[in-house]
Nanobody, 121 residues
């Protein structure tokens, strides 16, 4: 079984910073793409940032220049540094990993349990 465990959420004032961390554990071969998503009340889950195993990153315009995703493949960890936070960044943030369970594809999607980020104005 594979588990993704997030940490680092909390309450911060607008303009502040938070860093989220997600570590994968269990029996698997490797993790390819990793990503952070978020879901605000009454809204659909949306992509916040993604990173390939080789380190290529992707961000939507809403967070570009403010959020930075990084990973440590040896530790099966992905980080999300969030700066200049805005009240509209308030949401539950979820870690996602495309996990290779066996030697061959396909990968299996795994999700963390979510961590709350609240930005006050």
């Amino acid at each position: 079984q594979v588990q993704l465990v997030e940490s680092g959420g909390g309450l911060v004032q607008a303009g502040g910073s938070l860093r989220l961390s997600c570590t994968a554990s269990g029996n698997f071969v490797s993790i390819n793409n990793m990503a952070w998503y978020r879901q605000a009340p009454g809204k659909q889950r949306e992509l916040v940032a993604s990173i390939t195993r080789g380190g290529n990153t992707n961000y939507p315009d809403s967070v570009k220049g403010r959020f930075t995703i990084s990973r440590d493949n040896a530790k099966n960890t992905v980080l999300l540094q969030m700066n200049s936070l805005k009240p509209e960044d308030t949401a539950v943030y979820y870690c996602n990993g495309a996990v290779l369970i066996n030697l061959f594809p396909p990968e299996t999607d795994y999700w963390g349990q979510g961590t709350q980020v609240t930005v006050s104005s």
